[in-house]
């Protein structure tokens, strides 16, 4: 079992950042990739960013030039570092841990932007 654990949200203006984190704890033998979704009040969850093993990274157009993934692999950990924050980006936002078979899921952190 994996247990993904984010932390780093919070309240911030507009034009602001954020860094959100994603600790996986537990059983891993090898982690796949590791990434970011988001869900708005109202919406689907999205795909936010992700990262494999390797390093490759994709990200949503929505968040291309604002958003950066990375990832520690001795630390099993994902960042995400958010900037120029906008209100549209405001969900709770959640990580998750890809591994063969199984993706786990973190509770989530809630990133609230004002405008």
């Known amino acids: 079992q994996v247990q993904p654990v984010e932390s780093g949200g919070g309240l911030v203006q507009a034009g602001g950042s954020l860094r959100l984190s994603c600790a996986a704890s537990g059983s891993i033998s090898v982690i796949n990739a590791m990434g970011w979704y988001r869900q708005a009040p109202g919406k689907q969850r999205e795909l936010v960013a992700g990262i494999t093993q390797g390093g490759s990274t994709n990200y949503a157009d929505s968040v291309k030039g604002r958003f950066t993934i990375s990832r520690d692999n001795a630390k099993n950990t994902v960042y995400l570092q958010m900037n120029s924050l906008k209100p549209e980006d405001t969900a709770v936002y959640y990580c998750?841990?890809?591994?063969?078979?199984?993706?786990?899921w973190g509770q989530g952190t809630q990133v609230t932007v004002s405008s």
């Open positions: 998750t841990v890809v591994t063969t078979p199984y993706t786990y």
